[in-house]
């Protein structure tokens, strides 16, 4: 058994390091809402920029789940270890490598591909994090706002309102999302039909 967990590392590719220190945990500093890791975080991956983007759209594609991820799985369980904590653990790692995504912002543009494949991912968090991300970045719009209209149907009201604000970023080239903006003002949550008719009215204003 050790033998076996012992080969499954070894021929697992080892991460880029940035600064003497793997991706991984600049992305996990990412996590919460001040502090000091945070801001270096957040410092680290403006300076980095683009540099980090290939390892970044990598830990995403490593990090989603798949139905073939039953090695890690089975690992877990002879670990004693809760497969669902390590699930959620993914996901806190997919949602702040998305973060990482739009603090970069245009220069995050080859991620793009990778991070559209995530809207319809099951974790919230996850989701929340690209709607946010793909406002910052503002890159490839015939891509990302049909996502981001998309994601105006979302089931959590977090999603739809980061959504409806995000739009708003892209200016003119937004203006196809005018009428699911129209659509969005009477969102069964006040806050998002708010912000829905201030992006509507934004878009309006620079057509």
């Not at 991820?69 to 369980?77: D, F, V």
């Not at 603090?103 to 543009?109: D, K, L, Q, V, Y």
Request: proline share 6%; glycine share 8%.
């Amino acid at each position: 058994m050790i033998v076996g967990i012992t080969i499954f590392y070894l021929q697992m590719p080892s991460p880029p390091e940035f600064h003497g220190r793997r991706l991984s945990a600049w992305v996990r500093e990412l996590t919460g809402f001040g502090g000091e890791a945070r801001a270096n975080a957040i410092e680290f991956f403006r300076n980095e920029g683009g540099n980090t983007v290939p390892a970044l759209v990598e830990l995403l594609r490593r990090s989603k789940p798949t139905d073939s991820q039953w090695k890690p799985n089975y690992l877990c369980n002879i670990l004693g270890i809760r497969f669902q904590n390590y699930l959620m653990a993914r996901n806190f790692e997919r949602a702040n490598a998305i973060t990482a995504c739009g603090i970069i912002g245009s220069e995050a543009h080859p991620a793009i591909p990778t991070l559209l494949t995530l809207k319809g991912d099951k974790d919230s968090l996850v989701r929340l994090s690209l709607a946010r991300a793909l406002g910052e970045i503002q890159s490839a719009p015939s891509q990302s706002v049909p996502v981001l209209i998309e994601m105006l149907q979302d089931s959590s009201k977090y999603v739809r309102h980061t959504a409806a604000k995000s739009l708003g970023l892209y200016g003119p080239v937004a203006k196809v999302a005018l009428p699911a903006l129209t659509n969005a003002m009477s969102d069964s949550d006040s806050s998002v039909g708010i912000v829905a008719r201030r992006t509507l009215e934004k878009i309006k204003e620079l057509k």
